[in-house]
């Protein structure tokens, strides 16, 4: 699995520590499509199928992941929003293979998080939950009623069978997962759960009793 070809001074000295995934980013399309129409809003183009292989071609490049083992190591979940200004592994300091990681809109504890931890822990020998909620989520100060508008107003269509976890206190929102995970009783003995809250502009975590 470690196989490789004899690495020039150059690939060497710009090869990443193991413990960072390798720089596989798709090429950022923004420029281009704000040349396209200037004066508007740009929205980026949106990335094919082609894109995707050819930044999997970079991943695959040096990939040292092939040997982790299907049980994180630090037999942690960390169950988190699905917002794409971070990532659950980095705000943690946790290296690739050391946890599963459950994403949601808002990182809530839904009936699929718990399939999710119950299998993990069960399964997969986790024994700790982290919840991470954060500022700025896409969820805070949102109802329902205002989310179920919108789809209705998009697709004509009738969305009031989902509840969308809507919240107006980021710490209050973890604090009753907390309390819903506490209380799991298919989670095993003596797991632990614990809470944060991560800002999105300083990158701090603050813990949450
Ligand atoms: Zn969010």
Redesign the pocket.
């Known amino acids: 699995m470690t196989e490789e070809t004899e690495p020039t001074t150059e690939t060497r000295a710009a090869k990443a520590p193991d413990t960072e995934a390798p720089d596989t980013r798709v090429p950022d399309t923004r420029a281009r499509t704000a040349e396209a129409s200037p004066g508007d809003v740009a929205e980026p183009r949106l990335l094919t199928a082609d894109d995707f292989l050819a930044a999997n071609r970079e991943w695959m490049r040096e990939f040292p992941f092939g040997g982790l083992h299907v049980r994180p190591g630090r037999r942690l979940v960390i169950l988190t ?3 794409s200004r971070y990532t659950a592994q980095g705000v943690l300091g946790v290296e690739m293979g050391g946890a599963h990681v459950v994403r949601n ?3 809530r504890v839904t009936d699929d998080a718990i399939r999710s931890l119950v299998l993990s822990a069960h399964a997969l020998g986790t024994r700790e939950c982290v919840v991470i ?2 500022t ?5 100060d949102k109802t329902n009623e205002g989310i179920r508008d919108q789809v209705t107003e998009a697709t004509g269509q009738d969305a009031s069978h989902i509840d969308f976890l809507p919240f107006s206190d980021v710490a209050q929102s973890v604090r009753e997962d907390l309390a819903l995970l506490r209380a799991c009783t298919l989670l095993p003995r003596g797991y632990q759960a614990i809470g944060f809250v991560y800002d999105v502009l300083t990158g701090r975590l603050e813990p949450v009793e």
Do not use: P, R
């Not at 700025?136 to 805070?140: A, D, F, I, Q, V």
């Open positions: 929003c699905m917002d809109a808002g990182g909620h954060h700025n989520c896409g969820l805070l």
